[in-house]
C-alpha cells in the first residue's frame, strides 16, 4: 500500500513530441504529489507537484494530470526537447512526519534529436 | 541550488570495513536525509532527521546509522560495509514544505 508504481521505466522520444510518464498508488491517505527530474551524475530536483483537488496543473511544457477515483496521475512534456533527457520519478506523500515522501522507480527518458 | 555538500563524492571500500558519510547544508533547514539509489528501485529512504539529535529510521534502515550533533551535519555510518550496500547515495535537506526536498550531488559507493 504504500508503493507508488511508476512506468514505463524507460522512454524514447523525438524532438518535439510528447512524453508520458505514468504513476498509480494504493493508499488513499496520499495527498500530495510531487514530480522530480535527475540529470545524469546530479541530485534529483523538484519539477512540479500538485494536489488531489485539483485535476490537472501545468507549468511550460511540463503538465500533471490527476484521477483522484482512479488512483493515478501522470506527467506530460510537451514539444520534448533533448535538454528534457533525464530520469523522472513521480512521488506520494502522506503528510504526518517527515519521513512520509514515497519515490516511484524512476522513468529515464531519452528525447531524440 | 541548495547548499548542500557531501563527501566524499567516491569511494572504494572493501567488505567488513566502517564507512561515513558525511552531508553538510548551509541552508540551517530543519530537516535532512539520507536516501540510496539503485537501478531498478528508485529512491529510498534510510535515515531522516528532524532536528539535532532528532532522528528516525526509514524503509531500508537496516545496517545504517545516522548521528546529527550539529544542524549543519548529517552522517551516515555503516558499521561494516557490505556488498549490498554498493549504491549511489543522497543527502537531501527540507524547510519543512510538503514534498520539497533538495538533494546533495551524490556520493557513489562501491563495497568490493
Known amino acids: 500500500q504504500q508503493q507508488v508504481k511508476q512506468s514505463p521505466q524507460s522512454l524514447i522520444v523525438q524532438k518535439g513530441g510528447i512524453s508520458i510518464i505514468n504513476c498509480a498508488y494504493e493508499n488513499t491517505a496520499f495527498d500530495y504529489f510531487p514530480w522530480y527530474q535527475q540529470f545524469p551524475g546530479k541530485g534529483p530536483a523538484l519539477l512540479i507537484a500538485?494536489?488531489?483537488?485539483?485535476s490537472e496543473k501545468k507549468e511550460g511544457r511540463f503538465t500533471i494530470s490527476f484521477n483522484k477515483s482512479a488512483k493515478q496521475f501522470s506527467l506530460h512534456i510537451m514539444d520534448s526537447q533533448p535538454g528534457d533527457s533525464a530520469t523522472y520519478f513521480c512521488?506520494?506523500?502522506?503528510?504526518?512526519?517527515?519521513?512520509?515522501?514515497?519515490f516511484g522507480k524512476g522513468t529515464k527518458l531519452s528525447v531524440k534529436p | 541550488d541548495a547548499g548542500i555538500t557531501q563527501s566524499p563524492r567516491h569511494k572504494v571500500t572493501e567488505t567488513g570495513t566502517p564507512v561515513t558519510l558525511r552531508c553538510h547544508q548551509t541552508?540551517?533547514?530543519?530537516?535532512m536525509y539520507w536516501y540510496r539509489q539503485d537501478p531498478g528501485h528508485g529512491l529510498r529512504l534510510i535515515h531522516y532527521s528532524y532536528g539535532v539529535k532528532d532522528t528516525d529510521k526509514g524503509e531500508v534502515s537496516d545496517g545504517y546509522s545516522v548521528s546529527r550533533s550539529k544542524t549543519e551535519d548529517f552522517l551516515l555510518t555503516l558499521e561494516s560495509a557490505t556488498s549490498s550496500q554498493t549504491s549511489v547515495y543522497f543527502c537531501?535537506?527540507?524547510?519543512?514544505?510538503?514534498?520539497?526536498?533538495?538533494f546533495g550531488e551524490g556520493s557513489r559507493l562501491t563495497v568490493l
Open positions: 500538485i494536489r488531489p483537488d485539483v
Open positions: 541552508e540551517n533547514h530543519r530537516y
Open positions: 512521488a506520494a506523500d502522506y503528510g504526518g512526519s517527515q519521513g512520509n515522501l514515497i
Open positions: 537531501a535537506i527540507s524547510s519543512g514544505t510538503r514534498g520539497e526536498l533538495f
